[in-house]
């Protein structure tokens, strides 16, 4: 809107062209969305602390764990509005993919909210039943899938890229409505997986933002996108702008989610901001490529899902504790280094993401 409206400024004055660029929006959507995170934090954690909105620790985790019962939660609430705020101030809001984008991020909010309003606000410990909650991510998923059909040029509307091939992209035909579903609920999930030490989610969330706010820029851009060999989608680029509002507001709120803790994003946060790579991935037809941006999360997932298969087949545990961030923590190794190392990873695997537009 701002931007929009700052552009239509420059025939009088010549330096409002500048608002024009996807680059110079995203950067100022990025700055925006991190000083409200920053600025309204306080206010936020003060707020939440004040109506008892504050995590209770369950006996299952790691004892050290203890410690964080009475930490305000629902700090997911204050990611969401920067992220909105930024995005409808910088982005093309006339562009689709963006509107879609911000639908899904807030209606994946909206399911995360209710569960920790449950859990958290009315003292129902087994928040919103996780039936409930996946059967939510499922119809958001279908409603994605047909919708994306509409958007992307019919050649492509059933295909995803796939890494390390060149001009190469895998028609999934009448699977790839189930496959966005598997996308967007497992993405979502993951993050919530993740989000188990303070600051590791929001951290890896920041390495993935910026990974997945230049595979939309290059997207978005024919010029690029030709010489990449890589798919073209006029509107992609916009995405660029969404993608840098989820950096600027992560990293915002990593500054009170560092150790300790002064706040957590609770399910409101990490469903959505799940949900929100996870669409973008799908919007930019890159959704396995999303398995190595956001490889930290799925190798938390997996984890999870490798113990429980173990202990039901053979009786045994893989991992001292799953997630996986768990079993560190119970080999002896400190909160902050788990976290600093599985961000180092997590940069890794971005660069590893980039380097697929090249190795080819």
Not at 20 to 44: D, H, Q
Not at 62 to 86: N, V
Not at 224 to 240: H, S
Not at 303 to 331: C, D, K, N, W, Y
Request: hydrophobic share 55%; aromatic share 12%; glycine share 10%.
């Amino acid at each position: 809107m701002l931007a929009d409206f700052l552009y239509g400024l420059h025939e009088q004055y010549s330096i409002f062209n500048v608002f024009r660029y996807i680059t110079f929006r995203s950067a100022y959507a990025a700055i925006t969305a991190f000083l409200l995170s920053l600025l309204l934090g306080p206010w936020a954690i003060a707020q939440l602390r004040a109506r008892g909105v504050v995590k209770h620790v369950r006996n299952e985790g790691p004892d050290s764990h203890q410690s964080k019962t009475g930490t305000p939660t629902m700090g997911g609430l204050l990611i969401l509005a920067a992220i909105t705020f930024s995005t409808l101030l910088w982005a093309d809001l006339s562009n689709a993919e963006v509107r879609m984008a911000l639908g899904v991020t807030l209606a994946l909010g909206a399911i995360g909210f209710l569960d920790d309003y449950l859990q958290v606000v009315r003292k129902q410990n087994r928040g919103l039943v996780g039936r409930a909650k996946i059967v939510g991510q499922v119809v958001i998923g279908l409603v994605v899938g047909f919708t994306v059909l509409q958007l992307v040029p019919r050649e492509s509307a059933t295909a995803t890229t796939v890494p390390f091939l060149k001009e190469r992209m895998l028609d999934l035909g009448w699977l790839y409505i189930p496959f966005v579903v598997f996308v967007l609920t497992g993405a979502s999930n993951a993050v919530n997986l993740t989000d188990g030490l303070d600051g590791l989610a929001i951290g890896v969330i920041v390495f993935a933002a910026v990974a997945f706010a230049v595979l939309s820029y290059l997207s978005g851009h024919s010029r690029f996108a030709e010489y990449l060999q890589i798919l073209y989608l006029p509107g992609a680029g916009q995405l660029a702008i969404f993608c840098s509002s989820i950096f600027g507001a992560a990293l915002g709120f990593l500054w009170y989610n560092a150790h300790p803790a002064e706040v957590f994003m609770g399910d409101t946060g990490s469903l959505s901001l799940g949900g929100a790579l996870g669409i973008v991935a799908i919007l930019l037809k890159m959704e396995i490529i999303f398995a190595i941006v956001g490889g930290v999360f799925v190798a938390e997932a997996l984890s999870v899902i490798l113990q429980v298969a173990s202990f039901r087949l053979t009786g045994r545990r893989i991992f001292r504790m799953a997630p996986i961030h768990h079993h560190f923590e119970l080999l002896g190794w400190a909160e902050s280094k788990v976290v600093v190392r599985f961000w180092i990873i997590a940069g890794l695997f971005a660069l590893l993401s980039l380097s697929t537009l090249k190795i080819r």
